[in-house]
């Protein structure tokens, strides 16, 4: 077994059955004094997997990021207040003339998030202008549809 830090023994086989938030403490603070131990051996004696302590290191976000996530939130909003019919496509162009850089699928995340997204109802017709049966829209409609005479 290998020493958790100078000086001291090996780790005990019980540290493993710690609660998980102390074992991730224990990785934690095993990172920020430098320890002479790997991240994977640590992760392999505590028993929690390795991919979280990664995982951990990309979710962290600069004040700066939150900032310019919220502005970007606002900007999407203001769009939206003064032209409610566009859809993600349309604010994202919209974005981009103002200056933004920034992805399509960002902002549609962004107006999910933020239950912006335009929702069209449409009604939908047959050629002879009838409304379509429920088999075709999805929607129960009143109307009957007359057969085509040609069919018989």
Same mark, same amino acid.
């Given at each position: ?8 023994? /090996?780790?005990? =086989?019980?540290? +493993?059955? #710690?609660?998980?938030?102390? &074992?991730?403490?224990? $990785? ?8 002479? $131990?790997?991240?994977? !051996? *640590?992760?392999?004696? *505590?028993?929690?997997? &390795? ?7 990309? %979710? ?13 939130? @606002?900007?999407?909003?203001? $769009?939206? *207040? @003064?032209?409610? +019919? ?5 604010? /994202?162009? #919209?974005?981009?003339? @103002?200056?933004? =850089? %920034? ?6 995340? $962004? ?7 335009? !929702? %069209? ?5 047959? /050629? ?6 429920? =088999?075709? /829209? ?8 007359? &057969?085509?005479?040609? *069919?018989?």
């Amino acid at each position: 077994m290998w020493a958790v830090s100078v000086g001291e023994g /090996t780790a005990k =086989k019980s540290v +493993g059955q #710690a609660p998980l938030k102390q &074992r991730h403490a224990v $990785i934690e603070h095993a990172c920020e004094e430098k320890q002479p $131990i790997s991240i994977r !051996h *640590l992760c392999e004696l *505590l028993q929690v997997n &390795r991919a979280w302590y990664y995982a951990k290191q990309h %979710v962290q976000v600069s004040p700066s990021k939150r900032a310019e996530e919220v502005a970007l939130r @606002d900007a999407i909003e203001k $769009i939206i *207040l @003064d032209f409610s +019919g566009y859809g993600y496509r349309r604010v /994202t162009h #919209a974005l981009r003339r @103002d200056g933004w =850089k %920034v992805n399509h699928k960002h902002v549609l995340r $962004i107006m999910r998030e933020e239950s912006l997204l335009c !929702h %069209v109802n449409c009604v939908c017709q047959d /050629t002879a202008g009838e409304p379509l049966p429920e =088999k075709y /829209t999805g929607k129960k409609t009143s109307a009957r549809i007359a &057969r085509n005479a040609s *069919l018989k």
